[in-house]
């Protein structure tokens, strides 16, 4: 157990819906990150906040949009879902992330399967 | 931009073979770091090591080691005397010091153990 949670581990909806997927973080951690698995692109990085503030983009489509919360947990937002978007998503987390500072550890969640039927 | 290659799309063993699985990387970075990442059928994404750039050195950790060499560009990993539960894919990621501890991940190698 790495001390990540996600909800919902899946979600089935149809294209067009919007979901929202939930992280909580390791305690101590400010750095929240999301990466989505698909088949054909493999592990990719979308976005990471730090403490609050979004530090870095990915390759997140501009229908995908995350927030992290005063009480660091994050929230990913997918809207006019299309069948494409069915993946894996994980959220990690590490205790820092801020550029400049070594990079840490970055430990992942049981992660949210999204089917779009 | 940083790139992680693992070639070997799946490997399968028998029981108590060695294995090794490769990873090579390219990045502009002269501090990088370097991290191997188990899944495991049930799908969670393990974190088995972490290495910076400036650590050559070998790791040991019971049956698993690591070989890091910066002149190839390389970062291999090999299970010793293989079980069934390190049945897997292994995912071998680049994170560099100018890009907020983001990860690169290499597509992942699938480890097949046969009883």
């Known amino acids: 157990d790495s001390g990540v949670t996600q909800t919902p581990k899946h979600l089935i909806t149809a294209t067009g819906q919007r979901v929202t997927l939930r992280c909580s973080p390791r305690?101590?951690?400010?750095?929240v990150y999301w990466y989505q698995q698909s088949l054909d692109q493999g592990l990719q990085f979308l976005i990471q906040y730090y403490n609050g503030e979004e530090r870095a983009k990915g390759n997140i489509l501009e229908r995908f949009s995350a927030q992290q919360f005063p009480d660091l947990h994050s929230e990913l937002n997918l809207s006019s879902l299309e069948l494409g978007d069915s993946a894996l998503y994980f959220c990690?987390?590490?205790?820092?992330?801020?550029?400049?500072?070594?990079?840490?550890?970055?430990?992942f969640g049981p992660g949210t399967r999204l089917t779009v039927l | 931009a940083q790139k992680v290659t693992q070639a070997q799309t799946e490997i399968s063993v028998v029981e108590k073979e060695d294995v090794t699985l490769d990873c090579v990387y390219e990045?502009?970075?002269?501090?990088?770091?370097l991290f191997w990442y188990k899944q495991p059928p049930s799908g969670e994404l393990v974190f088995l090591i972490r290495r910076n750039s400036f650590d050559e050195q070998n790791e040991i950790s019971g049956r698993y080691s690591w070989n890091f060499q910066k002149s190839t560009s390389s970062f291999n990993f090999t299970i010793t005397a293989s079980q069934v539960v390190d049945s897997a894919v292994y995912f071998c990621?680049?994170?560099?010091?100018?890009?907020?501890?983001?990860?690169?991940f290499g597509k992942g190698t699938m480890l097949l153990v046969s009883p």
């Open positions: 990690a987390s590490s205790v820092g992330g801020a550029s400049g500072v070594q990079a840490d550890t970055q430990y």
């Open positions: 990621a680049l994170s560099e010091d100018s890009g907020y501890s983001t990860l690169t």
């Open positions: 990045t502009r970075d002269t501090t990088y770091y």
């Open positions: 305690s101590g951690d400010l750095s």
